[in-house]
């Protein structure tokens, strides 16, 4: 039947999409640190790691925060 939730709208569900990404068909992995009470999503290739940390603010503690960390794997 019908919800009877409301529908809002998750303003902190920032996902990476890129041909990039398709085309070099990463690894993926997820972890949940408990103790720092972060999520961390990462996506490896043979050039690059970008890592997508999601916790909550410690001040703000109704604000999501997204931290996007990227590593070039360089060779010289």
Do not use: M
Request: aromatic residues 14%; charged residues 20%.
């Amino acid at each position: 039947g019908e919800s009877h939730r409301a529908r809002i709208p998750a303003w902190c569900n920032i996902q990476i999409s890129n041909s990039t990404l398709e085309a070099e068909k990463p690894r993926t992995f997820y972890s949940l640190d408990t103790t720092g009470g972060v999520f961390i999503a990462s996506y490896e290739s043979e050039k690059w790691t970008i890592e997508q940390r999601i916790f909550a603010h410690r001040y703000y503690t109704r604000a999501i925060v997204n931290q996007f960390v990227i590593f070039h794997k360089g060779t010289n």
